[in-house]
């Protein structure tokens, strides 16, 4: 079983930065991509960033710019640093991990967080 646990959500004021990290835990040979997913109350989760284990990236078009998104392959944690953040960056931010193989040739699968909520005030 593999665990994908987030931390750094916080409440932050508009223009400022936050870091969130996701570290998987379990047994992982290999992972196709890590993602940051978001929902806002009464809206649909929408992908926020996601990196290959390539180390291709692709952004949402609203945070192209302002959010980066970065991993330690050998810590299998995946990072999102968020700057100048916005009200409407308000959210509760989730991990999710896809492709995940737990040996050479197995069937893939695909894990979330629990989420992190991030909180930005204007």
């Known amino acids: 079983q593999v665990q994908l646990v987030e931390s750094g959500g916080d409440l932050v004021q508009a223009g400022g930065s936050l870091r969130l990290s996701c570290t998987a835990s379990?047994?992982?040979?290999?992972?196709?991509?890590m993602d940051w997913y978001r929902q806002a109350p009464g809206k649909q989760r929408e992908s926020v960033a996601a990196i290959t284990s390539g180390g291709a990236t692709n952004y949402l078009d609203t945070v192209k710019g302002r959010f980066t998104i970065s991993r330690d392959t050998a810590k299998i944690t995946v990072y999102l640093q968020m700057n100048s953040l916005k009200p409407e960056d308000t959210a509760v931010y989730y991990c999710?991990?896809?492709?995940?193989?737990?040996?050479?040739?197995?069937?893939?699968?695909?894990?979330w967080g629990q989420g992190t909520q991030v909180t930005v005030s204007s």
């Open positions: 999710a991990a896809s492709g995940v193989r737990e040996r050479p040739g197995g069937p893939t699968y695909r894990y």
């Open positions: 379990g047994r992982i040979f290999s992972f196709d991509t």
